[in-house]
């Protein structure tokens, strides 16, 4: 593109920032939300379906 001119389409480039693969690899083992996530994990899924009243769109899980 030279001086002056319009460009017609949104800048693009292979080295454009991206997530990595698994975001846990960054958070210490310790970390506080380390711990949230494996308490959570162990909660029975039980206990969701038993207030989720279903219909409508798919949501995600409340986990």
Do not use: C, W
């Not at 030279?2 to 960054?26: A, N, R, W």
């Amino acid at each position: 593109m030279t001086k002056g001119t319009v460009s017609l389409y949104i800048p693009y480039s292979m080295d454009q920032f991206h997530l990595p693969m698994d975001l846990e690899d960054d958070i210490p083992p310790h970390h506080l939300v380390s711990v949230v996530n494996e308490v959570v994990k162990r909660l029975d899924d039980r206990i969701f379906s038993a207030v989720y009243p279903g219909g409508g769109r798919d949501s995600y899980h409340p986990k």
